[in-house]
């Protein structure tokens, strides 16, 4: 690319980085070597801001915020307008967007998905090495911990008509196999057994009535049963998930699991069911951006958490993240400083200062060309 500071690259009439830009030929040459100067000079304090180092001020700024309370430094309003804007913003209102719009940002989206999901396939460093177990015994402690979540997941599963089916189905073909199979005539008579299973492939051709007899009884037993059935296996799931049982199985999930590679696990979910989970990702945060009850509670949540971190400095804040002083400088010495930099280094900083200035000294150039005398001194604007 084109060094933008050169009166070559005005010239030339490049349009940087898809910007469209007027030519040098459009303005006296002159004026193209003063805006060729200009833009030089603002890139040279681009390329100075880059620099962030003690000098920057950076340190001094950090020490400044620090002991400020986080609501000195933000309003609510502003907050609030923050996350109106994040929510706004494209991809935002899907309907409303073009398709092509709507279909870049799902690209973007599945194809970052996609890059993960592949780099994932090739690591081989055990699960271990991401969750350690410390981590993963206090997330099996908090999942026992929380009695009413379990008893109402309990209540809500045990409760269903699937579940219900489930049992009536368990429940009617134990009974009708063990009538068939393990009754004390087909145990005790030598060939019984044998000879009941015999029977029961013929018998609804030879006793249609009585196989329907059996049906008919077994139907209504379950029927009259299944309420305490049910009931009894509610009971035996809550033994199955108290804290005891649980430690034990949590334990062996971890013997078997965390050896495993992070390949053998990014493996089992395959390409096609990746695309449908970031599909259900995107669905559901278009739904969030565009609903407008999940925007009024976020609004709300927002209302009933301020109290709670306005008066907090930013200082504990950014502790509370890991960032002391010196890590906050150095967050921002690694982010903005060599984007900047970069920025500066591919021609789009100067691209942007181009577009910015060329249009002051194109109405230059047309005051002088209709003899008015421009104020430089007083006009020449600063990028």
Do not use: C
Request: charged share 20%; hydrophobic share 45%.
């Amino acid at each position: 690319m084109p060094d933008v500071t050169s009166p070559a690259a005005h010239s030339a009439g490049s349009t940087q980085a898809g910007r469209p830009g007027a030519t040098s030929e459009e303005l006296p040459p002159a004026l193209a070597s003063m805006l060729d100067a200009h833009v030089a000079f603002e890139l040279e304090r681009w390329r100075s801001a880059a620099v962030v180092d003690d000098s920057s001020g950076v340190h001094e700024a950090v020490q400044w915020l620090r002991p400020l309370p986080l609501g000195a430094v933000l309003s609510l309003d502003t907050v609030h307008a923050a996350l109106a804007q994040v929510l706004d913003a494209a991809p935002a209102r899907s309907h409303e967007q073009a398709p092509a719009t709507r279909e870049g940002a799902a690209h973007v989206v599945r194809g970052v998905a996609a890059a993960v999901h592949a780099e994932l396939r090739t690591r081989q460093e055990p699960v271990a090495d991401l969750v350690p177990r410390a981590l993963f015994d206090a997330t099996v402690r908090l999942a026992t911990d929380l009695d009413q979540v379990r008893d109402e997941i309990l209540d809500q599963v045990t409760g269903s008509e699937v579940y219900s089916r489930l049992m009536s189905h368990v429940v009617y073909h134990g009974v009708k196999r063990w009538v068939l199979t393990e009754n004390p005539v087909a145990r005790k008579v030598p060939g019984a057994s044998s000879l009941v299973r015999l029977g029961q492939r013929g018998l609804s051709a030879a006793a249609p009535s009585l196989e329907r007899g059996i049906d008919a009884q077994l139907v209504a037993f379950v029927s009259a049963t299944i309420a305490d059935t049910i009931r009894d296996s509610r009971t035996f799931l809550v033994g199955m998930v108290d804290d005891g049982v649980v430690d034990v199985a949590a334990q062996e999930v971890w013997r078997t699991n965390s050896a495993t590679p992070v390949a053998a696990v990014a493996a089992l979910v395959s390409d096609e069911q990746r695309e449908q989970m970031v599909d259900v990702l995107l669905t559901g945060w278009g739904h969030v951006r565009t609903s407008a009850g999940t925007r009024a509670l976020l609004a709300d949540l927002l209302d009933a958490m301020w109290p709670q971190v306005a008066d907090v400095p930013v200082g504990d804040l950014l502790d509370a993240s890991g960032l002391d002083e010196d890590a906050t400088v150095r967050l921002v010495s690694g982010l903005f400083g060599p984007t900047l930099q970069l920025l500066a280094d591919n021609g789009e900083a100067g691209a942007w200062l181009d577009a910015r200035l060329r249009p002051f000294y194109r109405s230059w150039a047309a005051e002088m060309a209709a003899g008015v005398a421009p104020g430089v001194a007083s006009s020449v604007p600063v990028a």
